[in-house]
């Protein structure tokens, strides 16, 4: 079955080029009313300009689609919720979100500036939530919502130079993790999305050859996925090359230590069955994790388990 986002209105930040133009184009080619959002500054942030919003919002209504140009900071909380209100007066509702903006400073880490550790924070982690929050009661009102934050394979797995970008896309699973704990029960799906593409953001970082193949279209499927009707929740998906994968967040077997051998010396010769990947489980939650644990240790006391 196709599928189509026909009456649903999203939010695209960051859209005026890359990954978020790419989205938004895409939205708009199967039915959704798009806000194209974006500050229209260079990749670091600096400078500002309506004119990059404005084209993709114009290439949408040239192609008979219906959208909106924003220029509002995301880092901005008044910004963000005119943008939200202007999205309910025209359409009167906000069903998807992609949070894609941001912006990159990177330095090694200690030559790293704290002002601009700082700043990307504020606009990748903070702006996020900030756009996040802002539809959350109007998804939650709605009984339907879908969102997609924006991770990265930087923060998930760690890059050069990349300790302000890192820290920030590596917040994002932490954050959609709580999204979809109470989210959930009101319709709203919350997916994490680690893309590879080739955009200004990733520039020069790469052979022209590989840039080639890492188009943001091939992307932007696996976008539409994310937030579709019949959309997953709480998946983090890797995205690139017109390659998808899942990443999983994964917890070894516990191994119980009596009281009488609890030491470091202890867990140091038996750190191999520790880090052993047989019996590795997903964990769905904290207290899931913290039952696991209580119920394992009960086990080693030959006690009942008190969970």
């Known amino acids: 079955m196709e ?7 999203a939010i695209v930040t960051g859209a005026g080029n890359g990954l978020g133009r790419a989205h938004a184009l895409a939205l708009a080619s199967r039915g959704a009313k ?65 949070n894609n903006a941001g912006i990159t400073r990177d330095k090694s880490f200690g030559k790293m500036d704290m002002a601009d550790f700082r700043k990307v924070l504020d606009v990748h982690l903070v ?26 394979t930087s923060g998930l797995y760690g890059a050069f130079a990349q300790a302000a970008y890192a820290s920030a896309k590596a917040g994002m699973l932490g954050l959609m993790n709580v999204l979809h704990i109470e989210g959930a029960k009101h319709g709203i799906r919350v997916n994490l999305l680690a893309p590879w593409a080739a955009t200004r953001l990733t520039a020069g970082l790469l052979p022209q050859e590989a840039l080639d193949l890492m188009g943001p279209d091939t992307v932007t499927p696996g976008v539409l996925y994310l937030v579709s009707e019949n959309a997953p929740a709480r998946v983090i998906l890797s995205a690139g090359s017109g390659c998808f994968a899942r990443i999983r967040l994964l917890e070894s077997d516990a191994v119980f230590f009596p009281p009488e051998g609890r030491t470091p010396e202890m867990i140091a010769a038996r750190f191999d069955e520790i880090s052993s990947a047989a019996g590795q489980r997903e964990v769905t939650d904290t207290f899931d994790q913290n039952s696991y644990l209580v119920r394992k240790a009960a086990a080693g006391l030959g006690i009942a388990s008190p969970l």
């Open 3 to 9: 599928i189509r986002f026909d009456g649903r209105v």
């Open 34 to 98: 798009v806000v194209v959002n974006d500050l229209g500054g260079s990749g670091n942030g600096a400078g500002r300009s309506s004119a990059v919003a404005e084209a993709v919002a114009d290439e949408i209504l040239r192609a008979g689609g219906e959208a909106i140009a924003d220029g509002a900071d995301i880092s901005d909380e008044g910004q963000v919720r005119d943008m939200v209100a202007t999205a309910m007066a025209h359409w009167g509702r906000v069903d998807i979100l992609v």
């Open 127 to 152: 702006g996020t939530t900030l756009c996040t929050q802002a539809v959350w009661n109007v998804m939650r009102e709605q009984g339907y919502g879908r969102i997609v934050l924006t991770s990265s």
